[in-house]
């Protein structure tokens, strides 16, 4: 097995198997179970009967939205694991093409938990026991990945090669 010293143990799990999985899933709804059910699951509701049809706009609007999840899988999955096979032997290096990748998922993570919180109705914003799996997902694992995220920099349950290094940003210069 390739080393990947910038990414042991619980952030590779994370980061390049679940991460990649849960993005996917978006879009393989949208395949088989078409638009109007991931429309349907945005916003948690017992009620509510799911459209047969959506208009034109909507639907592109989340088919828009699958594709969006499944770039997210591509650059979880393919991204780090070409940074792995290509530099094994340059922890750091590994970890500053990491680290500019996390900043960018960080900084996506945090707007989407915000726009998905803020979207729903109040009295369904402030009780996350009625939430669905899409919700949770919007919102919780977008939490787990932001903190998650935040603790890979400062070097929790790993060894730092790059960052939290004086003599390598000053390299850097």
Same mark, same amino acid.
Request: net charge positive; proline share 6%.
């Given at each position: 097995?390739?080393?990947?010293? /910038?990414?042991?143990?619980?952030? =590779?799990?994370?980061?390049? #198997?679940?991460?990649?999985?849960?993005?996917?899933?978006?879009?393989?709804?949208? =395949?088989?179970?078409?638009?109007?059910?991931?429309?349907?699951?945005?916003? *948690?509701?017992? %009620?509510? *009967?799911?459209?047969? =049809?959506l208009d034109p706009r909507t639907e592109?609007a989340i088919w828009q939205l699958a594709?969006?999840?499944?770039?997210?899988?591509?650059?979880?999955?393919?991204?780090?694991?070409?940074?792995?096979?290509?530099?094994?032997?340059?922890?750091? /290096?590994?970890?500053?093409?990491?680290? /500019? %990748?996390?900043?960018? $998922?960080?900084? /996506?993570?945090?707007? +989407?938990?915000? +726009?998905?919180?803020?979207? $729903?109705?109040?009295?369904?914003? #402030?009780?996350? &026991?009625? &939430?669905?799996?899409?919700? +949770?997902?919007?919102? %919780?694992?977008?939490? $787990?990945?932001? $903190?998650?995220?935040?603790? &890979?920099?400062?070097?929790?349950?790993?060894?730092?090669?790059?960052?939290?290094?004086?003599?390598a940003s000053m390299k850097a210069k």
């Amino acid at each position: 097995m390739t080393k990947f010293p /910038a990414m042991p143990g619980y952030y =590779k799990f994370l980061f390049l #198997y679940l991460e990649p999985l849960s993005t996917f899933c978006p879009t393989i709804v949208v =395949k088989f179970y078409g638009a109007n059910h991931l429309h349907h699951t945005l916003i *948690p509701t017992i %009620t509510e *009967p799911i459209l047969s =049809k959506l208009d034109p706009r909507t639907e592109m609007a989340i088919w828009q939205l699958a594709n969006s999840y499944f770039l997210l899988c591509l650059i979880s999955s393919l991204m780090f694991r070409a940074v792995r096979d290509a530099l094994p032997h340059d922890p750091a /290096a590994q970890e500053r093409i990491i680290g /500019a %990748t996390l900043m960018s $998922l960080v900084t /996506a993570d945090t707007l +989407h938990m915000i +726009h998905s919180w803020f979207g $729903l109705p109040a009295d369904v914003r #402030y009780n996350p &026991w009625c &939430w669905n799996t899409m919700t +949770h997902g919007n919102v %919780t694992f977008c939490i $787990l990945l932001f $903190l998650s995220r935040m603790a &890979w920099f400062l070097g929790i349950g790993r060894q730092r090669y790059y960052y939290g290094h004086r003599d390598a940003s000053m390299k850097a210069k």
